[in-house]
Each structure stands twice: as C-alpha cells, then as structure tokens.
C-alpha cells in the first residue's frame, strides 16, 4: 500500500509539473534578502514562459532581468534532481522547485547562493496576468512567514514586469495574457 501511495503521490507531482508549461507573469517576489528583489535587482525576474520536456526532467524558464535601466531576455534551463527539485545557474548556484500550482497561478520556492557564498531564500508567484486578490495575497504572505522571509519583504512586481515588456516589444507585448 505504501508503494502505491508513494507512486500515486509521484505520478501527481509529474502531472502537476508538465501543466506548469506556458506563458506566466511574475506578480510577486518575497525574499530574505530583499535587495535581491528590489528595482534592478540581481533576482528579480520578470518570468514569461516556462517549458517542460516529456517527464519534466527540464525545465525551461525565459525571463527579464532590469540592470543599469536596459532589459534583457534570459533562459536557464533546471535540471529535476532525485529529490524533486531542480538546480541551474544564474547569479549563482539554484535549486528551485514548484510549490503550488492552480490554472491562475503558480508559487515556486528557490534558493540562491552567488558568488560570494550569500544564501537568500526566495518565493515567486507567477500568474497568467492578474494581481493577487486580497484572500491570495493573505496566504501568500502567510507562507512567505512559514518560510522565514519577513512578510515586509515582498515585492510586487507585477506593475514593474510591463516595463521590460514596453521596453523590449512595443504595446501588444502582453496580448496573450488577458
């Protein structure tokens, strides 16, 4: 019985990670580190698209950046390891891993470690474009508490994330969110 409980529970988490591929937004950012997620920091990430392979054994996310007032295009890709998460590089060392996951949104728990061996713990909501009603921004800030990040330092970035889209690709950028 165990056996099949673990592989129901296996075979979820698979289903739940291929329909994590698609167009997202982020909405919001909360880190322990908080001037990793201000205005042009190194890991504020304005996420647009994630994909997955087959058994989501990789997975793609293309996302902004916004350094020095300029915005640029990046793609890592994360490499699922034994435990679930996955690891790939950017501004460091990180190990992500998907959370939570309805049709609206998505919440991803991430560490970081850079290159000068500082550790910040990061949460992202990514959305398909909307902002966190009041309800959802109540239980996010209560897992952001959960996750030791001081409820005071998240950040929206939904607002901000248009920037590098208005910047990069004109007007009609986000037609395929609303």
Known sequence: MVKFLLLALAFGLAHAQAKIAGKWMTVAIA???????????????????ITCDK?????????YVNANGQCSK???????QADGTYKTQFE????????YLTPKYSVFKSMNVDRASRVTNLIFVIGKGEPLTEEEHRKFMEYVEKQNIPPENIRDVLATALNCDLWLNGPNTLRGFT
């Open 55 to 63: 058994e989501c054994s990789k997975m793609g996310v293309t996302f």
């Open 74 to 80: 990046t793609k890592v890709t994360g490499y699922k």
């Open 31 to 49: 880190a322990d580190n908080v001037d990793k997620v201000e205005l042009e920091g190194a890991l504020r990430f304005y996420v647009r698209d």
């Open 92 to 99: 460091g060392d990180n190990t992500f891993e998907l959370v």
